[in-house]
């Protein structure tokens, strides 16, 4: 019985990875940016840093124990706003990334870029 548990388990798990990752790499070549960069880790946060117009040093606030959270939601909403998203759909792409890089990469949302006014 716990075997079973455990496979189900894994195979959703697996899953939710395979979905999220096709979805970034959806977003990502919308962007125009390399597609491969979705499984990349670290150069993938850098990535979305550059689609949400943000310095590189960003990556370095969002490691940040406390404080990463907050960079990391302010990152998250500039990178929704950059396919023209607002906030609750950056919130979505914050607590259920499995559901909204999908939508954002497959759905009909199109990269319109970032704001330069910070």
Known sequence: ???LFLILFML???T????TIA???MSFTKAGRPGWAAVVPIYNTLVIIDIAGKPWWWLFMCMIPIAGIYFAIVLMIEFAKSYGKGVGFAIGLCFAFFVFF???GF????YEGYDRRY
């Open 1 to 3: 019985m716990y075997a």
């Open 12 to 14: 959703s798990y697996l």
């Open 16 to 19: 939710m990875v395979v979905v």
């Open 23 to 25: 979805g970034m790499w």
């Open 102 to 104: 999908p939508l954002l």
């Open 107 to 110: 759905g009909d949302a199109e």
